[in-house]
């Protein structure tokens, strides 16, 4: 079974950059595409990005600007970097896998919380 | 505003069956593209519980079905238990928007 890590900041500055990175145990990267997915305090679910293992990516048009995804296949690591954030980016942050059929949101991470501080 | 519209809150008794309407248009659930549904426990990640036309996962119990009508698809849990206690989301592709959207999700109460 696919397992997921999120690790990074958890407290970052308004108009720094927001850099998480997730560990993927239990599965190839080839066997799924890769996603970050944030929720703030008390809302619901908001879709980041993806990313392949080829390292193509499909980013959210509403973040793309300040967006970047990468990926590490030899460690079994993929990134996610967000440029100049504000309050707004405040949430929890999760990674997941996605199935490349449905494109379901398959295993989920913890989560880890990021808050932009001013 | 969420792109997928779903009620904010729903109950039942246990025992009892609830539905979840996920109401989206036509460049998302009505331009067929599949809908999925995650259970989200209280201070818990989001957790996959029914994707595609039907399909559980491994472990999600028969008591949670969907079914769709044009651009709307509803999730029905019956035999509700008090563990069903969550926020459900629903998730699908729009493709004006050319992004994943999900709904602003439904927090189901056990009374």
């Known amino acids: 079974q696919v397992q997921l890590q999120e690790s990074g900041p958890g407290l970052v500055k308004a108009s720094d950059t927001l850099s998480l990175t997730c560990t993927v145990s239990?599965?190839?990267?080839?066997?799924?595409?890769w996603s970050w997915i944030r929720q703030p305090p008390g809302k619901g679910l908001e879709w980041i990005g993806y990313i392949y293992h080829s390292g193509s990516t499909n980013y959210s048009p509403s973040l793309k600007s300040r967006l970047s995804m990468s990926i590490d296949t030899s460690k079994k690591k993929f990134s996610l970097t967000l440029t100049s954030v504000t309050a707004a980016d405040t949430a929890v942050y999760y990674c997941?896998?996605?199935?490349?059929?449905?494109?379901?949101?398959?295993?989920w991470g913890l989560g880890t919380l990021v808050t932009v501080s001013s | 505003q969420s792109v997928l519209t779903q009620p904010p809150s729903v109950s039942g008794a246990p025992g009892q069956r609830v539905t979840i309407s996920c109401t989206g248009s036509?460049?998302?659930?009505?331009?067929?593209?599949?809908v999925h549904w995650y259970q989200q426990l209280p201070g818990a990640a989001p957790k996959l519980l029914i994707y595609?036309?039907?399909n559980r996962p491994s472990g999600v119990p028969d008591r949670f079905s969907v079914s769709k009508s044009a651009a709307s698809v509803s999730l029905a849990i019956s035999g509700l238990q008090a563990e069903d206690e969550a926020a459900y989301y629903c998730?699908?592709?729009?493709?004006?928007?050319?992004?994943?959207?999900f709904g602003g999700g439904t927090v189901l109460t056990v009374l």
């Open positions: 998730q699908s592709y729009d493709n004006r928007l050319t992004a994943v959207v």
């Open positions: 997941a896998n996605v199935d490349r059929e449905h494109y379901n949101f398959d295993r």
């Open positions: 239990g599965g190839s990267l080839s066997d799924y595409y």
């Open positions: 036509n460049s998302n659930i009505g331009a067929d593209y599949d």
């Open positions: 595609g036309d039907n």
